[in-house]
């Protein structure tokens, strides 16, 4: 805290030496964080993201699969029946609670990678803010849902048949077999 408010009181007075000026023969460069942010590179994943249908709800179909995969163990969903008359109820489920342990992620991707509808995403290319208790980092499906993919949407271009819909390549009800 001390060294905070002297850095503060220094640049206020304009008295801050500029380290990279400083060391520049050297060739040490001093990028003063979070001040100074550097681009990440491309590759960098980011914060995970649900990804949404038209109708604003998420992708997911609440099947485990990432949270089956998760090394750390830090995915929670409690998944949830449509109601009676739904065209997907007995299709699939939808997650009535989703979260995501951010501390616990050691950030593999392993998640994206077993998920089967393209609904979780590591592409916010965000790390998370700093908090000052733990359980701000444990982001919540309506968290997930808002977080915006690096080109800003929150939907992804795999395309998404919904059932019902004369484009759903399952079975239907009607069949006699
Ligand atoms: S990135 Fe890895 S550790 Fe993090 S939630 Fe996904 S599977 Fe778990
Ligand atoms: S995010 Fe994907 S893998 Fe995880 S429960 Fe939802 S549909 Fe399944």
Redesign the pocket.
């Known amino acids: 805290m001390k060294h905070f408010f002297r850095n503060t009181k220094e640049r206020m007075l304009d008295q801050k030496r500029d380290p990279v000026l400083d060391n520049l023969d050297g060739g040490i460069t001093t990028i003063e964080y979070p001040e100074e942010v550097r681009p990440y590179p491309e590759r960098f994943?980011g914060l995970?993201r649900l990804t949404i249908r038209d109708d604003g709800s998420p992708r997911c179909v609440a099947c485990l699969c990432?949270s089956t995969?998760?090394?750390?163990?830090?995915?929670h969903i409690e998944p949830e029946e449509y109601p009676d008359g739904d065209e997907r109820r007995g299709y699939e489920r939808y997650p009535a609670k989703f979260v995501?342990d951010?501390l616990?992620?050691?950030?593999?991707?392993?998640?994206?990678q077993?998920c089967p509808c393209d609904a979780?995403r590591?592409d916010t290319g965000m790390h998370p803010t700093a908090y000052d208790s733990r359980d701000q980092f444990i982001y919540d499906k309506d968290i997930l849902v808002e977080m915006p993919s690096r080109d800003g949407g929150r939907r992804t271009a795999n395309p998404r048949h919904e059932p019902g819909d004369p484009t759903h390549p399952g079975i239907s009800r009607d069949h006699d077999h």
């Open positions: 994943r995970h990432c995969a998760c090394p750390a163990q830090c995915i995501i951010e616990r992620c050691v950030f593999c991707g392993f998640c994206v077993a979780i590591m």
